[in-house]
């Protein structure tokens, strides 16, 4: 079992940044894709970035260019770096991992998620 932690989020102008971290409570060596989903109140939980064991990353099309995920598995966390940040970012984001190389089929851990929000 994995326990992942996220912190970062909070208030945040149109054009800002945020930074969110997740820390696992052991090694992420073994979790072969993590990432980043957000939901939005009334809409469905959408796949935001992700990274695999190897670094391949994926982003979604509206956050392409302005968010970018990387991961540390000496220290067994991952990050997400949020630029240009829109009022359409705001979100409860989660923290998630799989044991296999693809996030949007298969979550085997979710964090409790972090709220961010972003002011016009």
């Known amino acids: 079992q994995v326990q992942l932690v996220e912190s970062g989020g909070g208030l945040e102008q149109t054009g800002g940044s945020l930074r969110l971290s997740c820390a696992a409570s052991r090694t992420i060596f073994s979790l072969n894709a993590l990432g980043w989903y957000r939901q939005a109140p009334g809409k469905q939980r959408e796949l935001v970035a992700s990274i695999t064991s190897g670094g391949s990353t994926k982003y979604a099309d509206s956050v392409k260019g302005r968010f970018t995920i990387s991961r540390d598995n000496a220290k067994n966390t991952v990050v997400l770096q949020m630029n240009s940040l829109k009022p359409e970012d705001t979100a409860v984001y989660y923290c998630?991992?799989?044991?296999?190389?693809?996030?949007?089929?298969?979550?085997?851990?979710w964090g409790q998620g972090t709220q961010v929000t972003v002011s016009s």
């Open positions: 998630a991992a799989s044991h296999t190389g693809n996030l949007a089929t298969i979550v085997n851990y």
